[in-house]
């Protein structure tokens, strides 16, 4: 005897499963920001590390130009 049950789940009866709309829109709104969050995070996003190494770089930067600075005023003097 063929049987409209399988194994594993209700019968079948042809018919989609139910939707709650509102819980689908905002499952769709979490994933879109999360796909823009990745992109922004792949656009704009440096690691702690990165951000640390640009920081000491600078510092070392600036340090060096200070140290070579001439200090004095060499125009004044003839």
Known sequence: MLSARNNNGPPETGMSEIVNLRRWRKDMARAEKERLA????????????????EHLGKEKLLRAIEDHRITGSGADEE
């Open 38 to 53: 990745e992109e922004n995070r792949l656009r704009y996003g440096r690691s702690r590390a990165q951000r640390l190494a």
